[in-house]
């Protein structure tokens, strides 16, 4: 509770300080806010970011975004190695987004809060985009025009309270070390009436940790940009030739209808996987088969066909023991490795996912398989227990929503009688019935090895609250 509150005071502090950047209201001009929130070697993350649903753009916001998470985890690791008691490590973030040339463009600025063991640092990344590229600093600013750029920066420090300070403090450093290596204005951003650059302090002083934003208004630098900035014709590129099928953003449909997963355990089965296949073919949907390494042997071409009709092949281990939590860690990563090998001698390949016996996964279990993504579910039918198709049926209706996962099992036959209905029951009320990694993908979400899930959630932008 205390260290929430430290942390909130932290952001409170960077809001004040930065110029219209409001981190509890999570300003977005366009896209809309996610978060992200997980656990992984000891570090929590909690990443408020926006999704446009176009591809190109939300792809490279996502990489960006891991690639932050990981550095913070691997300097975390390295931390502890040193110490005996390690505290908490916590990397928070918010955003701002803002539209330019017609919504064809949008700058993001990402605001990271990392607290480790009690030391924290701020960290600003800006992404500009345009029909769905990502924009350097070299495709928005005339080159020739650069030392103009950093005479009006230079002004705007000059003028700035907070910079006064600091020049008070270390005379002539601060702004020429900030504007006389271009290289410090690659991580600029896009406002209605500004332009954002944002500095990495400690370049210049060691100890300041921070990051700090000079607004420079649009009016004073007009002359120093692109036609790129200016351009709002999709047909053209960023780097300004023409292409015919250059089509500014890309979107899958699906993404904006209700989506379930349907999750098929321990098969397969004759006659009843290939039951279960007729029917998802029949109403084109697709659906999950956590398969047991041993029933794979016996029935490999039913589990070529699920491959064949699109479906997803999960590991369920090789012999599914009742459940792993009693296993060493070496027969744990034996039961998955098996599998995958005997999966991968059928089908060319190696599952992506991993559902343990029983849903039972604690520590030990999650770190022998923290290769893989672990998929638990949101409905459990109890179809193992009931054996009948009324009451299977009757749980996926009343149970299942957008973004859950549907536990069954393709060995019992009251399932395979039971899916009959379901299936078109839940097109007809409009669901689409995709693979697990296929909802995650389309929900956003990246499946992060050695992490639990549930369900595919989307957390719409809360405020904090301590
Ligand atoms: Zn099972």
Known sequence: MTFLFVILGLILVTAKFKNGFKIKDCVKEIGTAQMLTAQKKGVTYKIKFPYFNYKDVDSIIHEKIYSEIEDFIKENANRDVKKAKPKKA??????????????????????????????????????????????????????????????????????????????K????????????????????????????????????????????????????????????????????????????????????????????????????????????????????????????????????????????????IGNHTYSHPTTLTHLSPTDIEQQIENNAKIIESVIGSRPAIVRVPGGSANKKVISAIEAYPIIHWSVDTRDWQTHSAPATKREVNQSSG?????????????????????????????????????MFRLKNINLEKGVVYHKAEIKECEEESA
Do not use: W
């Not at 990402?110 to 480790?116: A, D, V």
């Not at 900030?178 to 410090?184: F, G, M, P, Q, Y």
């Not at 069954?408 to 007809?428: G, V, Y």
């Open 90 to 167: 916590v990397i928070l973030s918010d955003f701002q987004t803002f539209a330019f040339n017609n919504n064809c463009g949008v700058s993001v600025q990402m605001q990271y809060l990392k607290n480790m063991s009690g030391k924290k640092v701020s960290k600003t990344v800006n992404l500009v985009f345009c029909y769905g590229k990502l924009l350097s600093f070299k495709d928005i600013f005339k080159q020739d025009k650069i030392q103009d750029l950093v005479n009006a920066i230079k002004s705007e420090i000059k003028l700035d309270k907070r910079f006064r300070f600091m020049l």
């Open 402 to 438: 957008d973004g859950d996962i549907v536990l069954m099992h393709d060995i019992r036959p009251s399932t395979a009688e039971a899916i009959k209905t379901i299936i078109p029951e839940l097109k007809s009320k409009g669901f689409e019935l995709v693979t697990v990694s296929e």
């Open 169 to 312: 403090n270390r005379p002539f450093s601060i702004y020429n070390a900030l504007t006389d290596d271009v290289s410090n204005l690659e991580n600029f951003g896009i406002e209605k009436d500004n332009i954002i650059f944002s500095f990495d302090l400690s370049k210049i002083f060691k100890e300041k940790q921070e990051f700090i934003t000079v607004s420079v208004p649009k009016s004073a630098i007009v002359e120093c940009f692109s036609n790129v900035y200016f351009n709002s014709n999709p047909n053209e590129r960023v780097s300004g030739e023409k292409t015919s099928n250059d089509t500014p953003l890309e979107k899958d449909e699906r993404a904006d209808k209700p989506l379930i997963a349907l999750t098929f355990d321990d098969g397969p089965k004759e006659g009843v996987t290939d039951i279960i296949l007729d029917e998802l073919k029949k109403n084109n949907a697709h659906a999950t088969f956590f398969v047991v390494g041993k029933s794979a042997e016996q029935f490999p071409d039913l589990l070529k066909r699920e491959v064949a009709e699109g479906h997803e």
